[in-house]
């Protein structure tokens, strides 16, 4: 296992590695190849900025690059690097891009860059071998595929523009596990979950007052479904896009301190969503000054965090005006933006007192603004939501979560984000059905964080669908996983393997996983294949080893198997 860091040209200041004070570079603990190790890796400045050449095999496979929704492996793709929200096809734009890949050959390359780069995937550069004895190109298929597969002749090549330079981490390890555990250890390691964060979340109707959460709670506990945070969407506040983080007179301070004292006596804890953009009508506003960028979103300064003054202002605030003993989460929203959808957010153009673009800022936001969260709570164990993420983020204690995709992308979501250092919560909002909300929620129970989202829902989800003994019976199977969740938070932070991860992380040689974007390995010993709503049976693939099915204990063969039921298919190994 080792970390080998490559400087090319003159890097920029303002990176990932800049603004992650637990990392950790090439660290003590890690073996440094010895230089002359590694492939030969090119480098040149453009003016529009520098590239760099990767040796490529069309007969390996890559996978990572953050939580890609719409893709695994990334082999002959071009990814561009963007903070998106809702992306609609595999582009590389993402709510949570990170600039690292893992090869099957047994290594990860990391780009220490918060700009929008671009990796091209499998390319063919142009040598004499290329243009052939006779000098001339390809000029018909039969030669073009020729001269692609001759494999030496194509690189992995990466732009990264405005840029004179980046430095480049090669890790190498067994296996593709080995290697992710290495960048997540180069990022300081798993987050510190507290125990409450490995339970349910229910998160309210954005019209919810200090009455209705507590008959909320009230349901949940009197109907035994196990639930450890209630969430608070929008309106809680008097201004929500932009926001005021000033309480809204539906939460009136007596009924407030009733309200938490009502959800302490039933052990839960309280989540308040809000997004980083401030309404003239916050403290806030004059609090943060000159540290915001240029431009406003939806008549909000887009506060700093990478200033210090900025983001002591914001975290003092909140946790003046927000944090007690069981208000101690936020969801973080808004802070990816999206070119697809009204083209809200700032501008990459937007200057920041920071030094920082638009472009480097979206790159760099979530993880800033989790910080001062963080900061905001002051030390209190918590684990929230946050909408976007990016590089060395593995140490925050965030998931990343959306409702804007299908179930499917949701599962895929699960198996690619263990390749990042990202969590991922397939959050649950209504079903279109009972079984697609039955089908949602055995994914949601085996995942890194178990959330019903009922922002727009007047009442639970469930109820009109008439299912509440099955919603019963899976929140209650969520709770008994939650010692084996411990132990996987556990691993995550002493060795950082994370604890959802795709089949091929692990099983790296066995080429059967290297296309399995549907079934994950779910803390340190099972097999998770979810089901949607659409499907009456799947395929499941077991590796080489033995198994035992989870829910009956019955043994089991490796290879592939059809499944067909009502249940979720999950498999121990022994
Ligand atoms: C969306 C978010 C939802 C919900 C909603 C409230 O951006 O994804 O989960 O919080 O805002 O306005």
Redesign the pocket.
Known sequence: MSIQKLTFGKPEALTPSRFCPEFRGCGADEQRLPSGSLPPIGFRQTPRGCVLELPFSEQEEYYGFGLQLHSFGHKNRKLTLRVN?DPLFSTGDSHAPVPFFVCTAGYGVFVDTARYAEFYMGVQRVTSATRGESGHSADNTRELYTLRDSGDERVIAIHIPSAAGVDLYWIEGENILDVVRQYNRMAGGGPEIPDWGLGTYY?CH?DADAHSVMQTADYLHGHGLPCSVIGL??HWQTR??SCSYIWSEKFPPDLRRKMEAHLAGRGLHLNL?Q?AFVHPDSPLYDAIGEGCGSYKVWGGKVPDFAVPHTQHAFAAYQSEAQVSDVTDGF?L??CDGSDYTRDWSFPNCSEFPSGLDGEQYHSLFGMLYARAALAALSGRPTFGQC?SMGALATSLPFAL????YDHRAFIRGCVNSGFSGLLWAP?L?HGESRSDLIRRLQTAVFSAQCMF?G??CTEAPWIGLDCEDEVRELLCLRERLRPMLRRAYDAYRADGTPPVRALVCEYTRDRETWEIDDEYLFCENLLVAPMTAEQESRKVYLPAGDWADFFTGERVEAGWREYAGDGIPVYRRL
């Open positions: 929200s998160r954005l969407e929008p929500s896009y969503w997004h969801k929203d808004e909408r979560y959306s409702d804007l959050e909002r989202n922002w727009y």
